[in-house]
């Protein structure tokens, strides 16, 4: 058990829709991130926050948007779900505002998109 | 963007038999990490290198970061059936701040 949680473990919706995926980070940890992963893909780098700001940005969409919230919750937003948008979303937490430093994964979030 | 090219991408191998995995970058790194995704699981991260030439040993797992900070590998000796997963490279350099990862390379162990 890494102590990050997200919810909802599955997600099935349709096209066109928007879904909102929740993650808690390890108690102590400021930083959160996000990452995609397709099918038989890598982790694609979506966004970061540390402490309630946006540090690091990288190839999210238009349509996908996040924010941390004062209690460090995070909330990854999707919307106008296409096909292609199905995957697995994991959320990550450190400690400290940098690229070093051991990132604890949440179980992650499966999107389906039909 | 930085990129990180891991190889190969798929890797089969007899119970016993070692195994490596490579991560290269044509910028050099400020850290290297590494990570393993068991089959319906989570990245778990395993080690952080940060020094040139650095090399790191856990059990049967050798890590090594190259000289020049642009390459890194990962070598298991004599696998075992636990060792089955996905392995990740996940790099950094200076202007970016993120840590980028690898495609990965998926290990099976046959027994």
């Known amino acids: 058990d890494s102590g990050v949680t997200q919810t909802p473990k599955h997600l099935i919706t349709a096209t066109g829709q928007r879904v909102t995926l929740r993650c808690s980070p390890r108690?102590?940890?400021?930083?959160v991130y996000w990452y995609q992963q397709s099918l038989d893909q890598g982790l694609q780098f979506l966004i970061q926050y540390y402490n309630g700001e946006e540090r690091a940005k990288g190839n999210i969409l238009e349509r996908f948007s996040a924010q941390q919230f004062p209690d460090l919750h995070s909330e990854l937003n999707l919307s106008s779900l296409e096909l292609g948008d199905s995957a697995l979303y994991f959320c990550a937490s450190s400690v400290r505002d940098s690229d070093t430093g051991e990132l604890f994964f949440g179980e992650g979030s499966r999107l389906t998109v039909l | 963007g930085q990129q990180v090219m891991q190889i190969p991408q798929y890797q089969h191998v007899q119970e016993g038999e070692d195994f490596t995995t490579y991560c290269n970058s044509s910028?050099?790194?400020?850290?290297i990490q590494w990570y393993k995704q068991r089959p319906g699981g989570h990245p778990v991260f395993l080690i952080q290198l940060v020094k040139s030439g650095e090399v790191k040993k856990q059990k049967r797992l050798t890590f090594q970061f190259g000289e020049a900070k642009k390459n890194s590998s990962l070598h298991i000796t004599a696998t075992q059936t636990t060792d089955v997963g996905t392995y990740f490279c996940a790099a950094s350099s200076g202007s970016a701040r993120q840590l980028t990862f690898g495609s990965g390379t998926q290990l099976t162990v046959l027994p």
């Open positions: 910028t050099t790194l400020s850290n």
């Open positions: 108690s102590g940890d400021l930083s």
